[in-house]
């Protein structure tokens, strides 16, 4: 899919308050700082469409995003990110699962994980919700530009062993680096067979 326009719709913090259109949707989800508004500037080809930075907790609110006059992309705040508040913290989990819950349009999530890191529990718990809920989701693995291809396919294997304890296939996923546009045309392609 080629994207011919990519514009900045609204933000908030209330999943009632987002879009009322039932264009497809296809959120970012992911811990904070693993790159979900980076991939989303890498797949769009707008360097600065979604606010980026090097501390964790950038994006706070449900950000939309209307592509190609067609789709709805969804840049969401990360969860697990231990040094804002409790109370922060809450707020944030209870508007990305109610996000989850309520979003009729959404076609699938993406939850990304930093290819660098073993599996982790909390994305593990975050896809357990997510299975347990029915939304569908692929895995999108970023920042492959810092390991090297020996390297990505044994963390990959290593995902996929912990995966199959809990599910019984390993998800779909992707490999990809916004800093060197690795895996665009698989996600974009991806989405394009869905809509
Ligand atoms: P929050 O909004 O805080 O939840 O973070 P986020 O998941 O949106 O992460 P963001 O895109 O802001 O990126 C976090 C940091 O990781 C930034 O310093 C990025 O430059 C860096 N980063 C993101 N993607 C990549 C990548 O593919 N490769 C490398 N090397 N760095 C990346
Ligand atoms: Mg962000």
């Known amino acids: 899919m080629k994207i011919k326009s990519a514009e900045f719709v609204v933000s908030n913090s209330d999943v009632a308050k987002c879009p009322k259109s039932s264009l497809p949707e296809y959120a970012f989800i992911g811990r904070s700082n693993v790159g979900k508004s980076s991939l989303i500037n890498m797949l769009t080809g707008r360097k600065s ?5 090097g501390k964790p907790g950038k994006t706070q609110l449900i950000n ?18 231990a040094r804002v508040s409790k109370s922060t913290k809450k707020v944030f989990q209870k508007f990305i699962t109610e996000y989850f819950a309520q979003r009729e349009q959404l076609v699938t999530a993406f939850v990304l994980v930093d290819i660098r890191h073993k599996p982790q529990p909390i994305d593990l718990e975050f896809m357990q919700w997510m299975g347990e809920h029915g939304i569908p989701f692929s895995i999108i693995f970023t920042k492959a530009d810092k390991l090297k291809p020996k ?32 895996g665009k045309d698989d996600v974009l392609d991806y989405i394009e067979g869905l809509n």
């Open 151 to 182: 390297a990505i396919e044994n963390h990959i294997a290593e995902y996929k062993t912990v995966m199959l304890e809990f599910w019984e296939d390993m998800p779909n996923y992707f490999v990809t680096s916004a800093s060197k546009s690795i």
């Open 49 to 53: 469409l979604a606010k980026t930075s």
């Open 64 to 81: 939309h995003f209307l592509i190609n006059k067609n789709w709805h992309l969804v840049d969401l705040p990360g969860y697990g990110y």
